[in-house]
DNA sequence: AGGTAATGTGGACGGTGTCCACTAAGTGTG
DNA sequence: CACACTTAGTGGACACCGTCCACATTACCT
């Protein structure tokens, strides 16, 4: 049932975005009273917060996804360069196809914390995989190992950023060839920034 | 009256996000009836739609006033160099100092459109500060002719995506000197990135 | 068998966006 | 001057939402 509710909201954020999930909708859904939610949720936001995990879990799950079918021995620059290459590919597919699941991965609300989710270097989370890659690239000799201290912020940022702005931001209704020519100068951008 | 509404949906658009300029708050605050907003607006949608060009308008304001405090003849290196930071600097301080007009500034209802707000090369637009910056690092001889075409996209994502990971995103609980880093990686990158 | 915890139900309250009919001003024209 | 007409604001209602309360059901454990 927990897990129902979780399942409803996440088909609502997935068309609509994070202001969808409805817990009236979701129960409707699932096919129970509105109150029975609250015998499993303290509230709204606590539900959407569960919401958001799942939408976060499914951006990493295609970024691994993806990431994979990259081969290539660990160590190898030119693969090293492709897999984090590929990570970045991944973060913005995800943004431009599942534009509501994306921002719901980002609208935590306010209380209900992350709790330790992004914390440390922890895999099967955005935030992992990117520190893996980047490791991988130190470890090919791509990466000055000087440079790599903090380095995942500002790559972090850049692909976040342009997914944030082309998605839902000011240059959402440029026209979709335009699109692309960002999301290519943003990944050519990194691999510039690497040497 | 109309600017009325308006005002009173920056105050709570201020302390609060999008979410929180609410209609009848609006009217309540001019001192109307809910439905007088009626005869300005045609929703709720569009009167938000003001408030988050007004937004707009506001950090377009605050990065022009922190950059017309560098010095430096247009043409110099170093000068040209500075007044980049300092766009990217005031982006930053504006979402840290004002996270919910930051948010509503970005936050514009899929309906009303952004219009030409951003297009082409308008100045007292953030992207057209961000442009001429660059125009005039090419003009100084520190940023290469052949990469300045679209150069302004990925640099834009950087400080927003770093504006936007740090204020609400997975980071927004960082302990403040961590916070501090981030944002000096990300100038320092977009500085490194500039040879 | 009976008490207890968990789960779902029914009804209600305040808040919100929005629609409709209505009224009170101002304004220009005969 | 009077009259039609636009404009701006009012009052009341509706559907929807999140949430609280008291109640019924079910299952389990001693």
């Not at 997935?14 to 129960?27: D, F, H, I, K, Y």
């Not at 913005?92 to 989710?117: C, I, M, N, W």
Request: aromatic share 6%; hydrophobic share 40%; net charge positive.
């Amino acid at each position: 049932m927990r897990a129902g509710l979780i399942a409803a909201g996440v088909e609502l954020a997935r068309s609509g975005g994070p202001e969808a999930v409805v817990l009236r909708e979701a129960t409707r859904i699932v096919g129970v009273v509105p109150n029975a939610a609250y015998r499993h949720f303290a509230d709204r936001d606590q539900l959407l917060a569960e919401v958001c995990t799942a939408a976060m879990n499914e951006l990493a799950d295609r970024m691994t996804a993806d990431l994979t079918r990259i081969r290539g021995k660990r160590g190898n620059p030119d693969a090293a360069r492709r897999r984090l290459g590929a990570i970045g590919s991944a973060y913005l597919k995800f943004a431009r196809k599942e534009p509501g699941l994306f921002a719901t991965a980002f609208a935590v609300p306010r209380q209900h914390s992350y709790a330790d989710r992004d914390g440390a270097s922890n895999r099967s989370t955005p935030l992992g995989l990117l520190r893996t890659a980047l490791d991988e690239l130190v470890e090919a000799g791509v990466l000055d190992p000087q440079r790599r201290d903090g380095i995942e912020y500002p790559i972090w940022s850049i692909v976040h950023g342009t997914a944030e702005l082309t998605g839902q931001g000011p240059l959402r209704d440029a026209p979709d060839a335009e699109l692309r020519r960002i999301e290519s100068l943003t990944l050519t951008f990194i691999s510039n920034s690497l040497t």
